[in-house]
């Protein structure tokens, strides 16, 4: 009978180890290398995170796409991706919620040096048509994946803004790595790019041109957003709250002190390898487009995922924008009004 007890004992202390275990497991936190992201990097090198369970593990990943699927498989507790991959995911079933946003209008269309000149001059809509005609080829334009934010803008500008004829140019999709090396390798003539590429590519070649900035393709286009897991939200608001609060002092950094924000972005965007100054010049480009207020994206988003509806371009079934947001704790943080619950 001690035999027994002892061992069933044992038993309990190993359940009880592993639980403990369990529940203190730290934070994974799925982003992509690139500035729309900035908050995370600022929140993690001032400490800023919650430390709940340890310091958090950040997973990095190349495209929207790719960061879906990892919420679906249910990993990653919280993630900064495109508005685009979190209506996706949420469409398909993943628990989550956006408690804060990250940037608006921030996508570009730049086009290269024997691209750039057909937009100087004539018809937008005639460019790609005119370049074919005498170069004897289509223009390759390179973006992201279906469903990533740029596509969706591009898309919106070249069908509703400049009405371009989708068979006058070589549409390719890409991740983030393999778009700057295109560019700047002329392999591609064009391409729908976030910073701090657009400031690379600007730098390094000198002929490029940005055809179209953020307002001129979606006119209030929300970008990368903060989701968090319902469980997470559920079982752990306070945490939640300091993550968004932390949000917000990253957001205001952005905005007011460049200089102090770069070297800390610097470590996490293109891998590491910009120089800081490039880092700097990319958040300054940027100015006015950090937005940590859920709220202000909301409006557009509907415009997004109906536009994406529209041009049967929406990858998954449509959702509820409404219940997407949790706007509770940026509505705390920043002292607005509490609101209902979503």
């Known amino acids: 009978m001690k035999r027994f007890i002892a061992s069933a004992a044992l038993v309990l202390g190993f359940a009880s180890a592993a639980f403990q275990t369990a529940a203190a497991a730290p934070l994974e936190i799925g982003y992509l290398p690139i500035l729309p992201d900035a908050q995370l990097f600022i929140a993690r090198e001032q400490g800023a995170l919650p430390t709940e369970g340890g310091t958090p593990k950040l997973v990095q990943f190349q495209s929207g796409p790719a960061l879906v699927q990892a ?83 591009l898309q919106y500008w070249l069908r509703n803004r400049i009405k371009v004829d989708p068979a006058s140019f070589k549409l390719i999709y890409q991740g983030e790595a393999q778009m700057q090396q295109t560019l700047l390798t002329g392999a591609v003539d064009g391409a729908v790019i976030l ?26 286009q929300p970008g990368a957003v903060l989701l968090v897991r319902e469980k997470l939200i559920n079982e752990k608001p306070e945490l939640v709250k300091s993550l968004v609060a932390a949000h917000i002092a990253a957001t205001r ?14 470590k996490y965007v293109g891998g590491g390898r910009l120089p800081v100054d490039l880092v700097e010049k990319s958040i300054r480009n940027s100015k006015g487009q950090f937005e940590a207020d859920p709220n202000a994206i909301v409006p557009a988003t509907l415009v997004l995922q109906k ?25 705390a943080v920043a002292g607005k009004p509490v609101a209902a619950r979503r």
């Open 195 to 220: 910073e701090p590429t657009v400031t690379t590519v600007l730098t390094r070649a000198p002929k490029a041109r940005v055809v179209a900035r953020g307002s001129d393709l979606f006119p209030h």
């Open 307 to 331: 536009f994406q509806s529209d041009s049967g371009t929406l990858e998954g079934p449509a959702v509820d924008v409404a219940k997407l947001f949790d706007t509770r704790f940026y509505d």
């Open 253 to 266: 950094l952005l905005d007011t002190d460049p200089a102090k924000a770069a070297p800390l972005v610097q």
């Open 71 to 153: 919420l679906l498989a249910g990993q990653l507790d919280i993630a900064y991706v495109g508005i685009g991959p979190a209506l996706v995911a949420r469409g398909k079933g993943a628990d989550i919620k956006v408690v804060a946003s990250n940037i608006v209008e921030q996508v570009s269309f730049v086009a290269m040096g024997d691209l750039a000149p057909y937009f100087a001059s004539g018809d937008p809509a005639t460019a790609f048509s005119r370049f074919a005609k005498d170069k004897g080829r289509q223009p390759v334009i390179a973006s992201y994946p279906r469903g990533a934010v740029p596509e969706a803008a």
